[in-house]
Every structure is written in structure tokens, then in C-alpha cells.
């Protein structure tokens, strides 16, 4: 998977997400960098890819509800096959409890409600170029990890997030498929570990919506079982 991704996670403190995000809250990046805390948030809660975000996310709040619907990419492969999801929505409660727990929340909303001044509806298209992103979240983590050897790219909130996803017991292989924006049950075989999985740090939300049904791969009974023994090993560990 690259050495900016997969590998660098085993390298990152539990807490480096939360660590990447109070750097970047700071006056200095946030001048520098104004369109970076919005995709970092994505980033955190979807493990979306830099494409989707150079693309345009869509982002809406009411009622103490975040909506954060997402354009797929990778939906065909070479072969004119169906690949990926089209689209996908997220929904996520909101509310200052959960904003403290994940301050990716309330920048979203953030977002929202600004644009409900001029719009007249709580709703925002999130957009970052890739390119940019990737060399500022690189630049980021130097910062944040001067030690670190591996870099730090936006693809490894996508492998953390799947890496929370694996170490959920009580999350099917159907439900994160869902929410990596998969349209087979085994491809989240390719992302993270759930050695490396931090249910803390993942946000669970309400409900996430795709356009296209999950297919079940005779593959995953396989990946199924290496979760199950994973987790088993984990409870056993002394606290």
C-alpha cells in the first residue's frame, strides 16, 4: 500500500489525529492554510480520499444534524466495470458533547451555518485540490512528528479509519464496507489493521447511506474469522 500509508500507522501515538488537528487549529496554519481544518475533518470522519474532496463535498446541518454526502471515485475500473460507490452519505449527531469529542464536527458545521447567511440554507460544498492537501498534511505531520521517518499523507486517515472499523466487534463487514465507500464486503482486506484500530477515535455515525448495494465476496468469510481471532486476542491482553 505505499510507505506513506498502510505502514506508517504502526509508527503514529493512538492520539495522532487529535495531535494533527491541534497543530493545524493554530493562528499560523489557519492563516496559511484557511481550506485545510475543513478537509482535515473530512479526512477524520469519512477516510474519504483527496480525489472526492478536490471534487466537492457536500456538507449540511439542521437540527443537530450533519449530513456529508460524498461523489465516489474509483466507480469504474479499466475493464468498464462497476467499481466503488457513486455516492455515499454520512449523518452524524452534533451537539457540544460530541464536538468536544471530535472537533471535526463542529468545523462542518461550522461550514454549514456560514453559508446559511448568504444562501439562506445551512449547507456547503467542502473542497480542497489534492495535490495541495497532500503536501500540506505531509508538511503537517513533519511538523507534528519531526521523528517520523514515514510521512504522513491524507490516505492514512483512510487506513486508520478502517483499521477503527476492523477492531469494532460489533461492526459487519457489510456496515464498513458502507462506510469506506466500497461496493464489495472484502476490499476493507486492503486497508489498516485492527491491531492499529481506535474505536475512541472514530465517531460513529447515525446512519450511512450508498447508492449501490454491498456485494458480498465469497472472500470475506476468511477476513471474517481473522477479525473475530483479532479481537478475541485483544480482550485477552492485561490491562
Partial sequence: ????????????????????????????????????????????????????????????????????????????????????????????????????????????????????????????????????????????GREVFPKMRTRVSPYCFRHQLASDLKSDPDLSLEEAAKVMGHLSDYSIGKYGHAVHGRTGGRFKALAVETSRPIKHSPKVDRLARFKIASAKRRSQKPS
Wanted: with cysteine.
Fill in 1 to 140: 500500500m505505499g510507505k506513506t500509508k498502510k505502514p506508517a500507522l504502526k509508527s503514529l501515538a493512538p492520539t495522532w489525529r487529535e495531535d494533527m488537528w491541534k497543530r493545524a487549529s493554530q493562528p499560523d496554519w489557519q492563516q496559511s492554510r484557511p481550506q485545510l481544518l475543513p478537509a482535515l475533518a473530512l479526512l477524520w470522519l469519512t477516510g474519504c480520499r483527496p480525489r472526492e474532496i478536490q471534487d466537492g463535498v457536500s456538507v449540511a446541518w439542521r437540527d443537530n444534524l450533519l449530513v456529508i454526502e460524498i461523489a465516489g471515485a474509483k466507480c469504474i475500473d479499466a475493464g468498464h466495470r462497476e467499481r466503488g460507490q457513486p455516492r455515499r452519505r454520512y449523518a452524524f449527531r452534533t451537539g457540544p458533547d460530541d464536538e468536544r469529542a471530535i472537533p471535526a464536527l463542529g468545523i462542518l458545521r461550522l461550514c454549514a451555518v456560514r453559508a446559511e447567511t448568504t444562501t439562506g440554507l445551512a449547507r456547503c460544498v467542502v473542497a480542497h485540490d489534492a495535490d495541495y492537501l497532500y503536501n500540506s498534511v505531509v508538511a503537517l
